[in-house]
């Protein structure tokens, strides 16, 4: 499997070319199957479908067997092709229809490199990241998939690498391939959903005032005390069950991603309290690491419980947070309910649109 780190922005890992991005993307999850269209020239999806799985069907991890049901993800895949409008051609084209595939968050490790000098060349950049993985992931580096770009804000200079076995890859791939789609670029649920909050970059960049320092300390509530001192950052809080992922945005930086597993009760929902102590040391790592106002959090996948989670983060960790598609119009996702079986797509049509 070839991997690289071609890109434009912050949210793609795997291989990606200069052409223009497809425009079907599918997700493989371990509840369902969501797949949708999108056309070049909207940030919206032309049309999306959900199938769920049974349970069990799909328990991601870089260490083990991902698809235990190949039969049933299979029949939930040719389910949203066929409410599409899509029928099912397996091995119908030699070439394959390209498709953005994506997988679960846990399905791979991902890393934020602190380096002081990075080789432009990809060549000469790729052994120095493996260097730095090789006793950090619980794989044989050597023989994983890896993607890795460059992102930098003034002198600072960071990494952010992604890595998996590639076997793993490849279970993921053989089901989009076995409907004669060609997965042209790979990416985790989370990372793509980001495509929703970077809109927001823009009109946070003057909420903090350059050169005030942030404080590490905590306030006499011990609540973080969020000072302004560098760029605004946005915190993302996404729910794919069992996976809870929470990422920091901070101008074009990725500073943190983290995925804990927690169990929904009976309702299918996490407590407020589950979701604030999972949330609770991205924030405060944030804080301890790095200048800036965390200005924002955007929740996703919490359903009834959103709101009160939300209220919690404003009351505890003083963060305003919201549904990170609070403003989405998007009829196509609205058709079918629950938001975080289609905020990896949309936010890859928002990246779309954007190019």
């Keep these: 499997m070839r991997m690289n780190g071609k890109r434009s922005g912050i949210h793609w ?14 997700e ?27 349970a069990g069907a799909v328990e991601a991890s870089p260490l083990r067997e991902n698809i235990h049901q190949p039969e049933e993800v299979r029949k939930a895949f040719a389910e949203a092709l066929d409410s599409l409008g899509m029928a ?12 953005v595939l994506v997988l679960p968050d846990q399905a791979a490790r991902l890393f934020v490199l602190d380096f002081d000098t990075f080789p432009q060349r990809k060549s000469e950049g790729l052994p120095l990241v493996k260097w730095r993985l090789k006793k950090s992931v619980p794989f044989d580096i050597e ?3 890896i993607s890795h770009w460059l992102q930098r804000s003034g002198a600072e200079l960071q990494v952010v690498a992604v890595a998996t076995p590639q076997w793993i890859i490849r279970q993921y791939e053989a089901i989009a391939e076995h409907f004669g789609l060609r997965p042209r ?15 927001t970059q823009e ?12 404080s590490n300390t905590m306030g006499g509530n011990g609540r973080p005390n969020l000072k302004p001192g560098g760029p ?5 809080a996404k729910f794919s069950p069992p996976w809870f992922t929470t990422a920091i945005l901070q101008g074009a930086m990725l500073r943190l991603f983290r995925t804990v597993g927690l169990s929904a009760g009976e309702d299918g929902l996490i407590s407020p309290d589950e979701a604030l102590a999972a949330i609770y040391p991205s924030v405060a790592y944030f804080q301890d690491n790095f200048a800036g106002l965390l200005a924002r959090g955007y929740l996703c996948g919490l359903g009834e419980n959103s709101s009160a989670i939300a209220a919690l983060l404003e009351s505890e960790l003083n963060l305003q947070a919201g549904s990170l598609m609070e403003d989405i119009q998007d009829l196509a996702v609205n058709r079918h309910g629950a938001e975080e079986h289609f905020a990896a797509l949309l936010g890859i049509a928002r990246e779309n649109g954007s190019q």
């Excluded at 493989?28 to 969501?34: E, L, M, Q, Y």
């Excluded at 009109?203 to 942030?214: D, H, I, M, N, V």
């Excluded at 605004?232 to 993302?236: D, G, K, P, T």
Aim: with cysteine; aromatic share 6%; net charge positive.
């Design 232 to 236: 605004a950052a946005v915190l993302v």
């Design 88 to 99: 099912p051609a397996p091995d119908s084209s030699r070439r394959g229809t390209d498709a």
């Design 203 to 214: 009109s946070l960049l003057f909420a903090g005032r350059a050169g005030e320092p942030a």
């Design 143 to 145: 023989s994983a998939a």
């Design 185 to 199: 670029c790979v990416t985790l649920s989370t990372l793509a959903a980001l495509g929703l909050a970077t809109s």
């Design 28 to 54: 493989i999850s371990d509840t369902g199957i969501s797949i949708a269209r999108w056309s070049r020239n909207s940030a919206e999806l032309d049309t999306a479908a959900w199938s769920a799985i049974p």
């Design 13 to 26: 890992w795997g291989r990606l070319w200069n052409s223009p991005l497809p425009k079907l993307g599918c």
